[in-house]
């Protein structure tokens, strides 16, 4: 019996692309020593679950978000609130499962979409369609071989996982599980996670990479190239475009770091360390974390500095000295 093979090609485009991200790994690991900074770890983790939860329609801020996970109260739509609890309890578990096992896809698809779901951590039973939006991109195929077609793609991976560059491998398993279409609901959600999945099994730093905050910046591109894949009957289209998009995040992140360059000190450092992005510190909140007593050395070595290389800012810039004055990073 034929092995099953997806349709793509090797273009010129990819392997560049593989080389320079490849080469900016090592760089990220050096200059930012994501594994060794829990703040911005989390802060990562909560992006990507913000924004792979946003592509599909969900409401929730990146605040509420950051809130839900951190167990406060938060007004929104249960269903809203429950699927961020499930996203990170999937994510939670990235470490700990094997991105060639079919098995670990389904349970972490019954975390994924838990009380959310009727037919949570199995096939489909009904026909569905890819949709961005009101617009149906293209028709999954048909109930009856979804079980077959995920055996198959889950045996082209076992056989290639070790052959085949991760970064090209895990575009081309997106694509094609966003093609089957497995579940009911869920499915982008589980493709992204996938891809981040395979990624950090490859380089543990993946897992900190927010791929899925870059498509959802990018998100009429990234249907755009599911689409023309479809109509071209090959997924080269789409691993392009998420090479691109993830050598872009490197050089995000790397060029955050060269910008930094020498002005950055130990006291910003550790400003940094204790700030989460995104989230309102008042000036007593910050220096209290910081284990600081003296407003004037709090200002003169970490607040003023990091404002002026514009890794924080205030919520009030107009009127510096108001009692409401909250501090945000960057």
Not at 9 to 36: F, P
Not at 90 to 105: F, T, V
Not at 146 to 169: A, K, N, Q, T
Not at 174 to 200: K, Q
């Amino acid at each position: 019996m034929e092995q099953y093979q997806p349709p793509y090609h090797i273009t010129n485009t990819m392997m560049m692309q593989v080389s320079s991200i490849s080469e900016k790994i090592g760089q990220v690991r050096a200059l930012h020593n994501l594994e060794a900074r829990p703040h911005l770890r989390r802060n990562n983790r909560i992006r990507s679950i913000h924004s792979s939860l946003k592509i599909e329609a969900n409401s929730l801020s990146l605040g509420q978000v950051r809130d839900v996970i951190a167990g406060h109260m938060v007004l929104g739509e249960q269903r809203e609130i429950q699927e961020v609890k499930n996203a990170y309890a999937a994510y939670e578990m990235l470490s700990d499962i094997d991105p060639c096992s079919l098995a670990d896809l389904k349970m972490l698809h019954g975390i994924m979409t838990k009380y959310t779901v009727e037919e949570s951590g199995v096939f489909r039973r009904g026909e569905e369609g890819v949709f961005h939006g009101d617009q149906c991109i293209f028709m999954a195929p048909p109930a009856r071989f979804v079980s077959g077609l995920m055996e198959d793609l889950f045996g082209w991976m076992r056989r290639e996982y070790y052959s085949l560059h991760p970064l090209i491998l895990s575009a081309v398993f997106h694509y094609e599980f966003v093609f089957i279409h497995p579940f009911s609901d869920g499915n982008g959600r589980m493709a992204r996670l996938w891809h981040t999945a395979i990624l950090s099994d490859w380089r543990p730093v993946f897992e900190y990479i927010p791929i899925e905050s870059q498509i959802e910046r990018f998100q009429d591109d990234y249907y755009e190239a599911i689409a023309g894949c479809h109509a071209a009957g090959a997924s080269d289209h789409f691993i392009e475009f998420m090479l691109i998009q993830i050598n872009m995040i490197f050089d995000e992140i790397i060029g955050q770091e060269a910008g930094y360059g020498e002005r950055m000190t130990e006291y910003m450092k550790k400003l940094l360390d204790v700030m989460e992005y995104q989230v309102p510190y008042t000036a007593a909140a910050i220096m209290e974390q910081l284990g600081l007593k003296s407003k004037e050395t709090f200002r003169k070595h970490y607040l003023n500095p990091a404002m002026e290389l514009g890794m924080v800012e205030m919520t009030i810039p107009e009127k510096p000295r108001s009692r409401n004055q909250r501090y945000i990073r960057r």
